[in-house]
């Protein structure tokens, strides 16, 4: 199996658990929407799939959301361990996530970092001439857990065709700091904009999509825990919507 190279040149720790590792090094021949097989020198034994939240680019430019799960070998030094200059091992892209073109709406539901391959389908419909209508489910367990909601409502004030809807588990904060979480909204303060408890929906992401259904002559894209994903696949067919409608 083939394997290109690509080295981290940034590294930015957005939450307790979670960081945006950007990599440039070789071009791989991924489509947005793809997972591709990553190996670390943490942890050069094992390897996990992961979804570039980037377009594919001339440039060999990637870039990845991972989150520490519990347990998570991979994950977890990724998180913690990452430094600018780790070469990393990128193969055997994988997937049919995508946007058609047949102009039809597109329904976007992401959980936590499932966002990251459809920002990346998100980017490349800007390449489009007439890109469709997008409507995008982000979810978090909290408004602070909507890591990407400073870039998300900045894409949905250029954007004309897309909408954003944040959706968390719960409207209050937990008790638990989150010191990165903190220091990013120190250092931009007010120059940008990010979702607070009145801009979200508060219920699981499958209770919400199924009060907006059905989705009859949509592209719906489904992406997150499989938990979730069943959850919302299952809440969306059950209300109406076409079951071959759904890419997840």
């Known amino acids: 199996?083939?394997?290109w190279s690509s080295t981290v040149v940034q590294y930015h720790?957005?939450?307790?658990?979670?960081?945006?590792?950007?990599?440039?090094?070789?071009?791989?021949?991924?489509?947005?929407?793809?997972?591709?097989?990553?190996?670390?020198?943490?942890?050069?034994?094992?390897?996990?799939?992961?979804?570039?939240?980037?377009?594919?680019?001339?440039?060999?430019?990637?870039?990845f959301h991972v989150r520490a799960v519990p347990a998570g070998w991979v994950s977890g030094s990724i998180v913690n361990e990452t430094r600018p200059g780790d070469v990393w091992q990128i193969s055997d892209p994988q997937g049919g996530l995508r946007v058609d073109d047949s102009g039809r709406d597109v329904v976007?539901?992401?959980?936590?970092t499932g966002l990251a391959p459809l920002r990346a389908i998100l980017l490349d419909l800007t390449r489009?001439?007439?890109?469709?209508?997008v409507t995008l489910f982000v979810g978090g367990k909290s408004p602070r857990d909507l890591y990407a909601g400073?870039?998300?409502?900045l894409m949905a004030s250029q954007l004309r065709w897309l909408t954003v809807v944040p959706v968390?588990?719960?409207?209050?904060?937990?008790?638990?700091?989150?010191?990165?979480n903190d220091r990013i909204r120190?250092?931009?303060?007010?120059?940008?904009?990010?979702?607070?408890?009145?801009?979200?929906?508060?219920?699981?992401m499958a209770d919400v999509v199924a009060t907006q259904g059905p989705f009859l002559d949509s592209q719906i894209l489904v992406c997150g825990s499989p938990g979730m994903e069943a959850a919302t696949?299952?809440?969306?067919?059950?209300?109406?919507?076409p079951l071959e409608s759904i890419r997840r």
């Open 150 to 153: 400073d870039m998300l409502w």
């Open 1 to 3: 199996m083939q394997a």
């Open 186 to 204: 120190d250092e931009i303060g007010s120059t940008t904009a990010f979702f607070e408890p009145e801009h979200c929906w508060e219920g699981s």
């Open 168 to 180: 968390v588990d719960q409207l209050n904060e937990p008790w638990a700091p989150d010191r990165w």
């Open 128 to 133: 489009w001439e007439q890109p469709p209508n």
């Open 108 to 112: 976007m539901i992401a959980g936590g």
């Open 233 to 241: 696949v299952r809440a969306l067919v059950e209300t109406g919507t």
């Open 13 to 63: 720790r957005l939450r307790n658990d979670l960081a945006v590792i950007r990599l440039e090094g070789d071009v791989v021949p991924f489509t947005a929407g793809q997972s591709v097989s990553v190996t670390v020198p943490q942890n050069s034994a094992l390897t996990r799939r992961y979804s570039p939240a980037l377009p594919p680019s001339l440039d060999g430019k990637l870039e």
